[in-house]
């Protein structure tokens, strides 16, 4: 039932925003589930829905942002934060692998609710040489995947919702000092509030009281209320 953990077959990596939009948009027609739609990106989705948005403007109502990748993340972040240094401030391949027994609690608990067999599938893809080595070759191809988006249009004019959380990610602050974290949460919060300064019905959401990783599942009352609310605005407009 749960082979292959229930997650897609590899692919070469790293791979463009434009690849990902266009599966995705193909897979939709395909099941035969009609547009347009809200997206809900986190994280590195944020370059996919940003660019199936771009290619496929017509088809997206609504767009919820939960800390995800944007294009202009350069223009507010002070230079060592740079995409281009994403690499030198990412762990490396043996921190990663030193840092697989927390990993693998901070899942756990954070999965704590979900049936065994699947939590327990879950949390062994996150400690995997396959999660590891993915997640490096991604984090390589951000500042490629800026360059595309920036080459592309405007997000359509559709409600948008940006939710930011500002607690600290202990990965992060493994790797990077107190003022360096700082300026990097100065700068998201100006980021993300241009963005839904630049839609006509955009909001912008700061959450304290959790990080980038955990923010789906410590916040998810706050995740679920910004989907209804951008449909809801979408079902108006």
């Not at 959380?165 to 990965?171: S, T, V, W």
């Not at 974290?181 to 839609?199: E, P, R």
Request: charge should be negative.
């Amino acid at each position: 039932m749960y082979k292959r953990q229930g997650y897609s077959d590899d692919a070469p990596l790293p791979r463009t925003a434009a690849a990902v939009a266009t599966e995705l948009y193909e897979l939709l027609r395909a099941q035969g589930i009609a547009g347009p739609y809200v997206l809900v990106a986190h994280s590195l989705g944020g370059a996919y829905a940003h660019r199936f948005a771009q290619l496929y403007p017509r088809e997206v109502a609504g767009l919820v942002w939960l800390d995800a990748f944007h294009r202009d993340w350069d223009d507010f972040m002070p230079p060592e934060a740079r995409l281009a240094e994403s690499v030198r401030l990412s762990p490396t391949e043996e921190q990663l692998r030193q840092w697989i027994p927390v990993i693998r609690e901070m899942c756990a608990q954070l999965l704590a609710d979900f049936p065994e067999d699947v939590r327990e599938a879950l949390v062994d893809y996150h400690v995997s040489d396959r999660w590891i080595h993915a997640g490096m070759a991604e984090r390589a191809s951000m500042a490629e995947l800026a360059t595309e988006l920036k080459a592309g249009p405007e997000l359509p004019d559709v409600p948008l919702i940006a939710v930011t959380p500002l607690g600290i990610d202990p990965g992060q602050q493994a790797l990077m000092s107190e003022q360096l974290l700082q300026a990097m949460h100065d700068g998201k919060t100006k980021l993300y509030a241009a963005m839904a300064n630049s839609v006509s019905h955009g909001e912008h959401r700061i959450l304290s009281d959790t990080d980038h990783s955990k923010v789906i599942y410590e916040r998810s009352d706050a995740v679920v209320q910004a989907i209804r609310d951008v449909v809801d605005r979408a079902a108006r407009a």
